[in-house]
Each structure stands twice: as structure tokens, then as C-alpha cells.
């Protein structure tokens, strides 16, 4: 199972949504909080994954939704925000802002070091831009980050 980390911004916290509160009984109204969650799958959850990224990612992310097209999968967090414009979460990788979601399928489990999924989008780390649809950052066994 994924550990869920706070960090401490200005802004409300959803981590009861996310199931991430020990104070909260499940299914409970989300609490306002000087905080935001992340999911971080590690290392050693990662090591015997099979498949891909994508793969792994539904399973330790709640209300995470993944639709395989022709292109890029498509992936949802938060809802259908927009019909016109993409939904899918920003994915950085070692730091560097993937194009699109294309990247999580050829990522090699085996070969990461950290997942950290912002479901709503807000991170504190410097060098990240905040995305109202999420935040994918993976960090590679071979990163310096």
C-alpha cells in the first residue's frame, strides 16, 4: 500500500478523499486544512511491479480512472474539467515536464525510485508548476533529484 504524505501549503486539504486521514472515518466529507496530499509509492512497492507505470498507478491512487486510446491514455484524478481541453495530469519526469501522458507507459517499474501523485495538483517542491487536473512526478533510480 502507498503511504500518504502532508505538505504544508495554503490551501485546503482533500487527503479524508484520498483516504489519508487517521482522524476521519471512511467516506467522510473532506476536512479543510493548511495542507495537501501526496501519494508516494516507493522504491520497493515498485520493484516486483509487473507491466508499467500505468498499471500500478490505479491501484494506489483512489479515483484514479485510466482510458487507453490510440494516442496517449488518457487519465482522470478529478473529474472532466474541460470537453475542449486536455484533463490529464502533468507528468514530470526527473524533473523535466513530459508532453503528455505517452511517458508512463514506457517507464520500467524496476527502474524508479519514487512516485509522488498530487491529486490536486498542488506541490510545494520548487521547480513544479501546480496543475489544477493533478500532478504525476517520477523520480528514476539514476536521477540526482
Known sequence: MCRCIKLVVA?????????????SSPGSAPEAREESTAM??????????????????????AGMRIKRTDSCPEILMRGTRSLMSSNDPVV???????????????????????????PMGVTQRPGYR????????????????
Open 11 to 23: 490551501a485546503v486539504s482533500f487527503g479524508t478523499a484520498f483516504g489519508c486521514s487517521s482522524n
Open 40 to 61: 508516494v509509492i516507493d522504491e520497493h512497492e515498485l520493484e516486483h511491479a509487473a507491466g508499467n507505470v500505468l498499471n500500478i498507478l490505479p491501484s494506489h491512487v
Open 92 to 118: 514530470y519526469v526527473d524533473g523535466t515536464r513530459s508532453g503528455n501522458t505517452c511517458i508512463l507507459e514506457t517507464l520500467v517499474p524496476s527502474e524508479i525510485h519514487r512516485i509522488e501523485v498530487y
Open 130 to 145: 501546480n496543475s489544477p487536473n493533478g500532478l504525476i512526478l517520477v523520480f528514476m533510480k539514476t536521477s540526482d533529484l
